[in-house]
């Protein structure tokens, strides 16, 4: 059992085992090319984009990987990623878009247009520098590019995205990129991307001081996001071998603790100089930290060991150890924050422990095993539980532990939050690259975002 345990602690760790992992950046920079919504015009026209280069200054061409290979304007709603690569630092002039494939509908049905074998080059100037990643966004330009009627040439205006206003700024993190994406959560686009260390997973996001905590858990670095800058602004490299997985911020956010996977530890962090002040032993495979609502107590959820270790803040030391189900991976206080709720990956079962006592309250089915998120809106105390391997999301009353509703999602989800001004529920999704928003009084889905590569983790400003 135990090593079927370390085998899926493994594989589940950012994903990272299931996906092609990029090499961090060196000695090169990165560019992502997102298209823009169609205009409804382009409702009638689908085509293939075959390859994307950018065009160096000195005449060179660099293939670009295509994400999204064919363009369907009833498809074309939102913003989508089209392609990206890494590129040599320095100048450059533009980009290079072969097409293929080209229909228009007509009334007669659908008509084939030719389409030129010669790419359809676009001037846009921009410099690269090492270790720096950069969105681009094109618009389709539909007219110029059905010429005549019977030909087509994808025609695009390019532009750098402006930062968002900082309270409307959100991250991903993108464990198998190596990178966080960062959106505007009232226009639901990605705006920018900052390049980090290798598998950025968990967050700790300040939102009184403008800044976010990124664990690096293959550098065993944690990493600061100045959230006006949108730009990594500090690192404080911790011991080898500690893999740190996800963080937690005390609500006064005077500490950070850090969940170490692999040296099963918790750090103690100052926040403000970025100093490790202690660290403790913990059980194994501690994979990530709840902090209560007075910012007192701490409970590391210890994968492989099936315990909970609680933590006195003030003191840094162990109050206890407690049993749970196999394989806990995280928890959530409910609104009045007497009592925390635990999902494991290997039960089908809730568990809720009263906080002050560290008793069970009680212990309820969730349908099936292998929970993976969790969160509480702390408005309506509802509890809604996601899966990677299933696409609804459940909604459970916080009483009767009865399922209420359920919101369905067109792929799994691994991790959720929710934003307290718009009331809308964000999850991330590994398997489809993106980040999905629904809102809870609707169920509708409003948006979804293509990300990187292996997202693990969403934060925003206003966040409840």
Not at 203 to 220: E, F
Not at 271 to 290: A, D, K, M, T, W
Request: aromatic share 10%; charged share 20%.
């Amino acid at each position: 059992m135990l090593y079927a345990l370390c085998v899926v602690f493994v594989l589940a760790g950012c994903q990272a085992a299931l996906l092609q992992v990029k090499a961090p950046l060196e000695e090169e920079g990165e560019v992502y090319l997102y298209v823009q919504p169609f205009p409804q015009e382009a409702d009638r026209l689908r085509f293939k984009i075959a390859e994307v280069f950018a065009l160096s200054g000195d005449g060179r061409e660099f293939p670009l990987l295509v994400s999204l290979r064919e363009l369907k304007g009833p498809d074309m709603k939102r913003q989508r990623l089209l392609a990206s690569g890494q590129l040599p630092p320095g100048p450059y002039v533009g980009f290079s878009f072969r097409a293929k494939d080209a229909n228009l509908k007509v009334e007669e049905g659908e008509a084939t247009l030719l389409v030129p074998e010669t790419p359809a080059r676009i001037d846009f100037p921009f410099t690269v520098a090492k270790k720096k990643s950069y969105v681009i966004s094109l618009v389709l330009k539909y007219r110029e590019s059905i010429r005549d009627g019977f030909s087509f040439s994808p025609a695009f205006s390019i532009f750098i995205p402006n930062k968002p206003i900082t309270s409307l700024v959100g991250f991903v993190t993108n464990c198998a990129s190596n990178n966080i994406t960062v959106f505007d959560k009232n226009l639901g686009q990605v705006v920018a991307m900052i390049a980090t260390g290798r598998k950025p997973a968990g967050m700790a996001l300040d939102q009184t001081r403008r800044r976010a905590y990124v664990a690096l858990s293959g550098d065993d670095t944690i990493v600061v996001v100045d959230v006006i800058a949108v730009d990594v602004i500090e690192s404080l490299r911790l011991h080898t071998g500690d893999h740190p997985q996800e963080l937690a911020l005390t609500p006064d956010g005077k500490v950070l603790l850090s969940a170490n996977t692999d040296s099963n530890t918790v750090s103690f962090i100052d926040p403000v100089s970025l100093l490790e002040l202690s660290r403790i032993n913990v059980g194994n495979g501690p994979h990530s930290v709840l902090i209560d609502p007075t910012g007192t107590r701490a409970y590391v959820f210890n994968r492989l060991s099936s315990t909970l270790s609680v933590i006195d803040i003030p003191h840094k030391a162990i109050v206890t150890t407690i049993s749970t189900d196999p394989g806990p991976l995280r928890g959530q206080f409910n609104m009045k924050g007497d009592t925390f709720y635990v999902i494991s990956e290997w039960s089908s079962y809730l568990t809720v422990f009263n906080a002050a006592s560290l008793t069970v309250r009680g212990r309820f089915t969730v349908m099936r095993m292998g929970l993976d998120a969790i969160k509480v809106d702390t408005i309506t105390g509802f509890i809604y539980l996601g899966r990677r391997n299933d696409t609804l999301v459940e909604m459970y009353d916080p009483f009767s532990f009865v399922r209420v509703d359920f919101i369905q999602t067109p792929a799994g989800v691994t991790y959720m939050t929710i934003d307290g001004e718009t009331n809308n529920l964000y999850m991330v999704s590994p398997d489809t690259k993106s980040l999905m928003m629904t809102n809870l009084v609707s169920k509708k889905m409003p948006s979804e975002i293509d990300v990187g590569d292996g997202p693990y983790w969403v934060t925003l400003m206003g966040e409840r």
